[in-house]
């Protein structure tokens, strides 16, 4: 397992960073997070410049990319802006990857250049009111009415859906009896009549957020099934391994970001005569931040290798998820608390630091959540 990046990557590194300090400053960030707007711009200067194709074959337009060229470039996105590296895992991981896994030709065909070129955006639509963690007791049905699927069903925390063209809906098409099985899953237009959407406001990730869709009779094409009917789950499980290394590249960082912010303000601000990073009660807190940031850096490598020569298993995926959002969440607070009043302030980015991170615990499945697969494979 060789940690050194090519020259290649070295340049792409290089490229995105000068890209995203041009069109993605803090003050951007700042600025999209306060007015709950996307970073389109953003967005669209990464499409422009062929990254979002990173990872597609060059028969569709795309580079050819590894598992690890693609955490390079979510962790520069997500130093920039987190939410932007989200946008971006969403097209990677429900527009390219599950496509080209698990579409028949002619979904790859069709959709894949697009992504490739940033003309369509994705989401993911997995969680119910009444189905979080137990994912896979999932309520919104989909029955088939000659060549169309009829949808009906509500799913919450649907990141992104009113800013998306498909979103990957995962639908109960049949019961089997285990909650896994008779699940399907469908790549759904979302301008399709009977899609309701509802924004939620929440704590963090305010530039995109996430929504409330209600389906009501909703026809979708038999086309759009992705993968095997009553076998989605299996889509579900595999696109989510994928979503554990995108998640935690962006994280780790959005954590750096905070971590460089709080480490310059430690060396600027004075009190008692003297910098504060001077004391020792501040250094240590740095030293144990730099040591979860190597770690999360490393992990993350580690997974992309895994996946890199199909040895990434459910615990490896857990384990990353679990670290990562963790550290995340634990350099966000300390970071806030080196900053005292001033990272309690909303005119500061600490506080916006603080608030997403929040979710990386959470979101895309919860700590506990995570600690009961890595326990299970442990026979416990």
Same mark, same amino acid.
């Given at each position: 397992?060789?940690?050194?990046?090519?020259?290649?990557?070295?340049?792409?590194?290089?490229?995105?960073?000068?890209?995203?300090?041009?069109?993605?400053?803090?003050?951007?960030?700042?600025?999209?997070?306060?007015?709950?707007?996307?970073?389109?711009?953003?967005?669209?200067?990464?499409?422009?410049?062929?990254?979002?194709?990173?990872?597609?074959?060059?028969?569709?337009?795309?580079?050819?990319?590894?598992?690890?060229?693609?955490?390079?470039?979510?962790?520069?996105?997500?130093?920039?802006?987190?939410?932007?590296?989200?946008?971006?895992?969403?097209?990677?991981?429900?527009?390219?990857?599950?496509?080209?896994?698990?579409?028949?030709?002619?979904?790859?065909?069709?959709?894949?250049?697009?992504?490739?070129?940033?003309?369509?955006?994705?989401?993911?639509?997995?969680?119910?009111?009444?189905?979080?963690?137990?994912?896979?007791?999932?309520?919104?049905?989909?029955?088939?009415?000659?060549?169309?699927?009829?949808?009906?069903?509500?799913?919450?925390?649907?990141?992104?859906?009113?800013?998306?063209?498909?979103?990957?809906?995962?639908?109960?098409?049949?019961?089997?009896?285990?909650?896994?099985?008779?699940?399907?899953?469908?790549?759904?237009?979302?301008?399709?009549?009977?899609?309701?959407?509802?924004?939620?406001?929440?704590?963090?990730?305010?530039?995109?957020?996430?929504?409330?869709?209600?389906?009501?009779?909703?026809? !979708?094409? %038999?086309? /759009?099934? *992705?993968? @095997?009917?009553?076998?989605?789950?299996?889509?579900?499980?595999?696109? $989510?391994? =994928?979503?554990?290394?995108?998640?935690?590249?962006?994280?780790?960082?959005?954590?750096?970001?905070?971590?460089?912010?709080?480490?310059?303000?430690?060396?600027?601000?004075?009190?008692?005569?003297?910098?504060?990073?001077?004391?020792?009660?501040?250094?240590?807190?740095?030293?144990?931040?730099?040591?979860?940031?190597?770690?999360?850096?490393?992990? !993350?490598? %580690?997974? /992309?290798? *895994?996946? @890199?020569?199909?040895?990434?298993?459910?615990?490896?995926?857990?384990? $990353?998820? =679990?670290?990562?959002?963790?550290?995340?969440?634990?350099?966000?607070?300390?970071?806030?608390?080196?900053?005292?009043?001033?990272?309690?302030?909303?005119?500061?980015?600490?506080?916006?630091?603080?608030?997403?991170?929040?979710?990386?615990?959470?979101?895309?499945?919860?700590?506990?959540?995570?600690?009961?697969?890595?326990?299970?494979?442990?026979?416990?």
């Amino acid at each position: 397992m060789n940690f050194g990046l090519t020259s290649d990557q070295q340049a792409m590194v290089h490229h995105v960073r000068t890209l995203l300090d041009d069109v993605c400053s803090m003050e951007y960030a700042a600025r999209c997070d306060e007015t709950r707007t996307p970073p389109r711009e953003a967005f669209n200067a990464i499409a422009r410049n062929g990254w979002l194709g990173l990872i597609a074959p060059e028969d569709y337009g795309g580079a050819g990319g590894t598992p690890t060229d693609l955490a390079l470039l979510l962790e520069e996105t997500g130093n920039h802006f987190e939410e932007l590296g989200l946008w971006l895992f969403r097209s990677f991981t429900f527009g390219c990857y599950a496509i080209l896994k698990h579409g028949t030709e002619e979904q790859k065909q069709r959709i894949v250049p697009g992504t490739v070129k940033g003309e369509l955006s994705f989401a993911f639509a997995l969680t119910e009111p009444d189905s979080g963690s137990d994912a896979a007791a999932l309520r919104t049905r989909a029955v088939l009415d000659g060549d169309h699927f009829v949808v009906n069903g509500r799913k919450q925390f649907t990141s992104g859906m009113d800013i998306s063209d498909y979103v990957l809906l995962a639908c109960r098409t049949n019961d089997l009896g285990k909650k896994q099985l008779g699940i399907s899953t469908l790549l759904v237009d979302t301008r399709l009549p009977g899609i309701e959407v509802r924004k939620i406001l929440t704590l963090g990730q305010n530039a995109i957020g996430t929504t409330e869709v209600t389906y009501t009779n909703v026809r !979708v094409p %038999r086309s /759009a099934l *992705l993968g @095997e009917l009553d076998h989605g789950w299996n889509v579900c499980e595999d696109t $989510l391994r =994928y979503e554990r290394l995108c998640l935690s590249a962006a994280r780790i960082g959005a954590a750096r970001r905070a971590f460089d912010f709080a480490l310059d303000y430690a060396k600027t601000r004075h009190q008692f005569g003297k910098p504060i990073g001077s004391f020792q009660v501040t250094q240590h807190k740095f030293a144990d931040m730099k040591v979860m940031l190597d770690t999360s850096q490393t992990m !993350v490598r %580690r997974y /992309a290798w *895994l996946m @890199e020569n199909n040895q990434a298993e459910r615990a490896d995926a857990a384990v $990353l998820k =679990y670290y990562v959002a963790e550290s995340y969440k634990t350099i966000s607070d300390i970071c806030l608390q080196i900053l005292g009043g001033y990272g309690y302030c909303m005119e500061y980015p600490m506080q916006r630091f603080f608030r997403d991170s929040r979710l990386a615990t959470i979101g895309g499945g919860t700590s506990e959540v995570q600690k009961n697969i890595i326990a299970g494979t442990l026979g416990l």
